[in-house]
Nanobody, 121 residues
Framework: VQLQASGGGLVQAGSSLRLSCAAS????????MGWFRRGPGKEREFVGA????????AYADSVKGRFTISRDNVKNTLYLQMNSLKPDDTAIYYC???????????????WGQGTQVTVSS
C-alpha cells in the first residue's frame, strides 16, 4: 500500500491542525494504521494507532486528550486531529500501515513520506 501524508504546516501554540494520509494500492481497510513523529534531534516516536474498524485506538501519553486518530475506509484516508498544539509537538509526522495494532515502528510495513508540523511559541 502506498501512503501520502499531508496537512502539516506552521502554527502557533494552542492551535489545531488535521493531518491526512491517503492510501492507495491495496485494500486500506485491511490494515491497522499508525502515526509516528520525529522531532528535531529526537528519535522517532509513536503518536497513535487505530484498528481496521476504527473502533479501537491507542495513543502516546504525550498526546492523549489532545490528538484524535480516525479513518475513513470509504475514502481510504487516515486522519490525525491535533488540538492544543505545543512547541514540543514540532516534528515530521509519518503515517504507517501494519498487520496489527502496535506502538512499535518495527511492526509497520508501509510508511508515508512525512509531513512537517512546526508549532511556534
Amino acid at each position: 500500500v502506498q501512503l501520502q501524508a499531508s496537512g502539516g504546516g506552521l502554527v502557533q501554540a494552542g492551535s489545531s491542525l488535521r493531518l491526512s494520509c491517503a492510501a492507495s494500492g491495496h485494500t486500506f481497510s485491511r490494515y491497522y494504521m499508525g502515526w509516528f513523529r520525529r522531532g528535531p534531534g529526537k528519535e522517532r516516536e509513536f503518536v497513535g494507532a487505530i484498528d481496521w474498524s476504527g473502533r479501537n485506538t491507542a495513543y502516546a501519553d504525550s498526546v492523549k486528550g489532545r490528538f484524535t486518530i480516525s479513518r475513513d475506509n470509504v475514502k481510504n484516508t487516515l486522519y490525525l486531529q491535533m488540538n492544543s498544539l505545543k512547541p514540543d509537538d514540532t516534528a515530521i509526522y509519518y503515517c504507517a500501515a501494519a498487520a496489527a495494532l502496535s506502538g512499535s515502528p518495527t511492526q509497520y510495513d508501509y510508511w508515508g513520506q512525512g509531513t512537517q508540523v512546526t508549532v511556534s511559541s
